[in-house]
């Protein structure tokens, strides 16, 4: 899809019965609405404002200021240094998490903000008083990103000229201390002769024996692309006018595993459940476990994620660690995905889920040495749900961790289901005409759903910090650290109607 629709949604009221109104609204490819009371006799969605108590995926959907709203892209190749700044993480050194951006600078502290602006006509520039030990800085991305490169932009005009020699170095994010932050680093990119030139770009790659089977699965001894949180540029040169304008770390696309629960998904899985969201943060310090030697029903070895809504993926990176000993390997998985289509009735494979899952691979990983990166690249798909499953009954003792598992594709959100809250019809009133303009792309739809009532019971919800729910006498005995807070909802009582057909 390749534009957004755009509709305006009206509720016409009549004095009959009913007091309170709900709506359902299911989008699938691009949309956009608003809400606020215009007269008695009419309630009309028409601010960005009034979308604030439905409840839906928030990464998901764009809203704007007339109260339109519209699916979300999803782009390949993105600069990660762009939207640096809106993703926080845990550091050592600080008891809240911290935003990308500058991490350190060690000269022109003053400009150094430049290179993250997006413009060519404003840079950094060290202080030609500094000795050349301080002209330096740091980037943190804020996250963990696969990307292919680096490129940096310079600028050539008056008092400002291209560094001539400089080093890049980058970080995974792993800390080479794990109680403080302290990073090892590798240089990627180095000037070989004095630079003239005003854009400079360096490519990443992986060294990894891809000797993994299995269909779909990128099979290369080199991967165009490294894992990337913090990067440093080093000048090698002290001279006169010295200026970077700007630079962009360029990742495969944007992973939207990130941010997956605070989307209202969850990640259940069987085993070492205290650590089940770690391979979906960004963080290159957290990890999710598998070890056991039995069939991974018995030992839990397995993971369902709920994305927490529709895109079309094209493509995963699954980051392994496995411990450098010859009995240990990651031995055989299979993945499926499923586009939310519910199923009835349950099978093992799909331990306790109620969705249609379809199978995507299976790879098998046996073959030594053991592979740590497994780049899986498909047809697109529909996915809401990802199932996750080692597939190995034989008793050979596996134990490695899910560092990452990635997820990019292209093109707007799939599918989103915004549901509102009740909405006060302000007396004994019932709906008379329920209205919207949309402009739908072809292949796209929209459908709408209400259903009306008086009164209201309240339930309380008891969730994990993975977003799976738990019974109250479950949640009760977490440890702090693993609770979220209680969810009271709203739930319409016996004289509410069902929702309305299409």
């Not at 993971?303 to 980051?319: C, F, N, Q, T």
């Not at 529909?382 to 990635?406: C, G, M, N, P």
Request: hydrophobic share 40%; charged share 25%.
């Amino acid at each position: 899809m390749n534009r957004n629709s755009r509709y305006t949604c009206v509720v016409e009221k009549t004095p009959i019965n009913g007091a309170s109104l709900r709506l359902m609204c299911a989008i699938s490819a691009i949309a956009l609405w608003s809400c606020t009371a215009v007269s008695a006799d009419e309630f009309r969605i028409a601010r960005k404002a009034d979308w604030d108590t439905w409840t839906f995926p928030r990464s998901a959907v764009a809203r704007y200021e007339d109260g339109s709203i519209g699916l979300q892209r999803i782009e390949k190749a993105i600069n990660a240094v762009a939207d640096a700044h809106e993703f926080k993480h845990v550091v050592k050194s600080s008891k809240e998490p911290v935003p990308g951006g500058i991490r350190f600078v060690g000269s022109g502290a003053e400009t150094v903000e430049n290179i993250l602006d997006g413009r060519a006509d404003t840079w950094w520039q060290p202080d030609q008083n500094d000795s050349l030990e301080d002209w330096w800085f740091g980037v943190d991305l804020g996250r963990m990103v696969y990307a292919t490169k680096i490129r940096l932009i310079f600028p050539d005009t008056t008092d400002a000229r291209p560094f001539r020699n400089f080093s890049v170095f980058i970080n995974n994010g792993e800390r080479y201390v794990a109680a403080k932050d302290v990073f090892s680093f590798s240089r990627v990119g180095r000037t070989i002769l004095p630079n003239q030139e005003r854009v400079v770009e360096f490519s990443l790659q992986t060294m990894e024996l891809g000797n993994g089977i299995g269909d779909h699965l990128v099979v290369s001894d080199t991967l165009n692309f490294a894992a990337v949180q913090y990067v440093r540029f080093v000048a090698e040169e002290h001279h006169p006018d010295a200026a970077l304008a700007e630079i962009e770390v360029v990742a495969l696309g944007e992973n939207v595993a990130l941010g997956s629960i605070d989307r209202g998904g969850s990640i259940r899985v069987g085993t070492d459940v205290q650590n089940s969201v770690s391979f979906s943060d960004g963080d290159h310090n957290t990890k999710w476990t598998v070890t056991g030697r039995n069939n991974w029903l018995e030992e839990g070895h397995f993971l369902e994620w709920d994305l927490g809504a529709s895109y079309w993926l094209d493509r995963m990176v699954i980051e392994v660690s496995v411990p450098g000993h010859r009995t240990l390997s990651v031995e055989v998985f299979e993945i499926s995905t499923s586009d939310g289509t519910v199923m009835d009735g349950l099978t093992v494979d799909r331990v306790r889920s109620p969705f249609d899952y379809q199978f995507l691979t299976m790879v098998d990983a046996t073959r030594s040495p053991v592979q740590r990166w497994f780049e899986l690249s498909f047809p697109s798909r529909k996915t809401r749900h990802i199932f996750f499953r080692r597939s190995s009954f034989s008793d050979r003792r596996v134990w490695y961790t899910i560092l990452e598992y990635a997820l990019y594709g292209e093109g707007y959100v799939a599918e989103v289901e915004m549901t509102s809250d009740f909405i006060d019809l302000g007396g004994s009133k019932s709906i008379r005409a329920l209205t919207w303009d949309a402009d739908l792309p072809a292949g796209t739809y929209l459908e709408i759903r209400s259903q009306t009532g008086d009164t209201f019971t309240i339930e309380k919800k008891y969730y994990r910090k993975n977003g799976e729910e738990v019974t109250e006498a479950q949640w009760e005995k977490l440890p702090k650290s693993q609770k979220s807070p209680i969810v009271e909802i709203p739930r319409r009582g016996p004289d509410w109607s069902g929702w309305s057909s299409l």
